[in-house]
């Protein structure tokens, strides 16, 4: 009985795999033989981040409890749910709020909104669980060291990344977690208003840094939190974090081939 | 019964108490390792969420944590525990074999498998999972909206997003030129330097405790204290004008806490000497905050010196302060950037402590020029 469904269904599967189709995305075998095994992640891009053979002990879900990956796994999630939220928002004071309003109301499928939100909660407290792995298996040590320091940037974006798109529903959340978490900008030691020092900063007796140039204004560019706001945080948030984080994986995943695969006791 | 210990949680939640008992029993934790095993990972696991559950019928608790985007402190909770647990008892487990005939765990396992099928399936099923839990987590919970902004209108609590709030505790016992700039600056510069400071060349590559003690303690503490307990606490027990609440407090607007908080330069003019502050210009103003700067330059660049001098330098009872050897180990220049990382580091723990012992404000204290510690 079973063989009379699975007779026609493996015969299927022959045809396709052995379709002229298949054979030119696949350019090898099924990964049963040891050199198909090689060849399938040297043939595919993305596998082929990986190393063709590792140590047993650097692969297992003990050790580096897939931190890292998931980590990626989460921020393609990001690209890919932000991506479609891009088709619906408008960074605007006036659109702004209507526009997350029909996200969740009236657009089909209306779960990109929370997809995004908690995937990027989840982003956050996996990057710290990967950096909590990291330092208990002293990974960081040589010749990890300049992996470790990009990890760091890396953190510092993903945080980053997260502030700057908590604004952008802009409800009553978002623009007041913003302005308390900006304030702090304007004790920027000679570069805030209410920094140390920055009084000292004049030209005969006009006052270099005011409300109108310190580092607060830079961040929010404005006196306080409003449109110009919210278009730098959009674009920050779209464009510029999203590039430099990219561009960061590139070069850290690039590490962890070249520093010699996961680490593992010499 | 439940009342008395609903009144014994919210003092505990208190934040002298919380961080004295979460810091002992850290150390308390690093001490005596037999606590990492799996009986107590299961037992302090089952007290948690049975402490967690029944905390729900409490309205105060459950509107706190029930807020959508407090869910992730409750999953920091969880998973910061699991997987501190779960370092550490590799850690010690790895830690006797090599204490015995045996060699850790990693060593055993260094031939080479193919990632193909090995690594590849387990990254497979990592992503089913996670995309499983996003969407049950997403269609079950919506992503929270308020009411349009409104700039005029200001809450209370104002918070920043749950993963700045340990800074924004900060701000309690700093100015946000020392809690918003200058730690979160040190916190980057200063991770970013522990691969070149540290130079034990142990526990590279598998878990261990032994072999690393003295930066695992420190990191930990870090982590888990400074940088988690007060997200936590920051989420959960800080309410209107930041406020501590006990969990299940209620949220009282008109809660007014008094502020009677002095300066250094007060308890040595007005109260040690009987006199007014010194006042009047720049060199008034060195004069009345001429201990605190003192204390200050002391802690910092004094001690780290004191520090690196030899045990017998020092009188019995201080030899603990002696960080001779690895001033040898190490080298100047790591030496006196690693200790003065660290000494920054416990600048917080200290500054809580004297605020919560004498209501000190500031050590030192010109509001001129916004230059407080
Ligand atoms: C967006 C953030 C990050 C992503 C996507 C990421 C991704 C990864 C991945 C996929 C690996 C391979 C091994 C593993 O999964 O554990 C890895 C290894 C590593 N990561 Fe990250 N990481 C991030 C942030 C960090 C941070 C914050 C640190 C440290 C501060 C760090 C330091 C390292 C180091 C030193 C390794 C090599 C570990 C080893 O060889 O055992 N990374 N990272």
Same mark, same amino acid.
């Given at each position: ?266 | ?74 999953? /920091? $909770? @969880? !998973?910061?525990? +699991? ?13 006797? %074999? ?118 695992? /303690? $420190? @990191? !930990?503490?870090? +982590? ?13 027990? %800080? ?135």
């Amino acid at each position: 009985m079973l063989n009379r469904i699975l007779a026609p269904l493996s015969a299927a599967w022959k045809e396709a795999t052995d379709s002229q189709v298949w054979t030119s995305i696949f350019r090898h075998g099924k990964p049963v033989s040891n050199r198909n095994r090689a060849l399938v992640m040297m043939s595919n891009v993305f596998l082929h981040l990986h190393p063709v053979k590792s140590r047993k002990a650097g692969i297992k879900l003990r050790y580096t409890w897939c931190m890292g990956g998931i980590t990626f796994f989460l921020f393609l999630v990001l690209t890919f749910t932000g991506l479609l939220l891009m088709f619906y928002y408008r960074p605007t004071v006036e659109y702004a709020y209507a526009d997350i309003v029909d996200l969740q109301e009236h657009v089909p499928l209306g779960i990109m909104r929370e997809l995004h939100r908690w995937g990027a909660h989840a982003m956050v407290i996996t990057v710290w669980l990967h950096m909590l792995r990291v330092f208990m298996t002293g990974s960081y040590k040589p010749p990890r060291e300049f992996n470790w320091g990009i990890g760091v940037v890396l953190l510092v974006l993903t945080l980053l990344l997260s502030f700057t798109g908590y604004l952008l529903p802009w409800d009553q959340l978002a623009i007041w977690a913003i302005a308390v978490g900006s304030n702090m900008a304007r004790a920027t030691p000679l570069l805030g208003t209410e920094g140390p020092l920055s009084a000292s900063l004049t030209l005969g007796d006009i006052s270099l840094i005011n409300a109108g140039n310190d580092a607060r204004f830079a961040l929010l560019g404005a006196r306080s939190v409003g449109q110009p706001t919210l278009l730098r945080f959009y674009v920050l948030h779209c464009v510029g974090l999203p590039l430099a984080a990219a561009f960061l994986m590139a070069v850290h995943f690039w590490r962890v081939r070249k520093d010699g695969g996961i680490s593992g006791p010499m | 019964m439940i009342d008395l210990f609903k009144d014994l949680v919210n003092w505990a939640s208190g934040p002298t108490v919380l961080f004295t008992i979460a810091t002992l029993g850290l150390l308390a934790a690093f001490r005596f390792t037999q606590v990492w095993s799996k009986t107590s990972a299961k037992v302090f696991f089952v007290v948690l969420a049975v402490f967690y559950t029944a905390s729900m019928w409490d309205p105060d608790f459950l509107l706190i944590v029930a807020k959508p985007d407090n869910i992730p402190i409750t999953g /920091v $909770i @969880f !998973l910061v525990f +699991f997987f501190t647990w779960f370092a550490m008892h590799q850690g010690i487990q790895n830690d006797r %074999r090599s204490a015995g005939e045996g060699e850790v765990l990693e060593k055993q396992e260094s031939e080479k498998v193919w990632v193909w099928p090995d690594l590849v399936y387990t990254e497979m099923l990592a992503m089913v999972i996670l995309s499983i839990v996003l969407l049950v987590w997403s269609i079950l919970l919506a992503a929270p909206l308020e009411q349009p902004a409104n700039p005029a209108d200001s809450p209370n609590p104002s918070k920043a997003p749950w993963y700045f709030l340990g800074l924004q505790e900060m701000l309690v016992y700093f100015d946000p030129w020392l809690a918003g700039v200058v730690f979160p600056t040190l916190i980057i510069v200063g991770l970013m330097a522990i691969p070149y400071i540290d130079t034990n060349p142990k526990g590279n590559g598998y878990f261990t405790f032994k072999e690393r003690k003295a930066e695992i /303690v $420190i @990191f !930990l503490f870090g +982590f888990l204290i400074l940088w988690c307990l007060l997200v936590v606490s920051g989420t959960f027990l %800080r309410g209107p004008n930041w406020n501590f609440f006990g969990p299940y407090e209620y949220w009282d607007v008109h809660r007014v806490e008094p502020l009677l908080n002095v300066n250094v330069s007060d308890f040595f003019w007005v109260k040690l000497l009987g006199r007014p502050l010194p006042t009047g210009g720049f060199f008034a103003a060195l004069m009345r905050e001429w201990l605190g700067i003192l204390m200050v330059g002391a802690y910092l660049f004094v001690l780290p010196v004191v520090m690196s001098w030899p045990r017998d330098k020092f009188p019995t009872g201080l030899k603990w302060l002696s960080c001779h050897h690895y001033f040898e180990k190490m080298g100047a220049t790591r030496y006196y950037l690693g200790v003065s990382l660290f000494l920054m580091m416990m600048s917080l723990p200290i500054k809580m402590y004297l605020r919560w012992a004498f209501n000190l404000k500031y050590i030192v204290a010109f509001p001129e020029i916004f230059f407080n510690i």
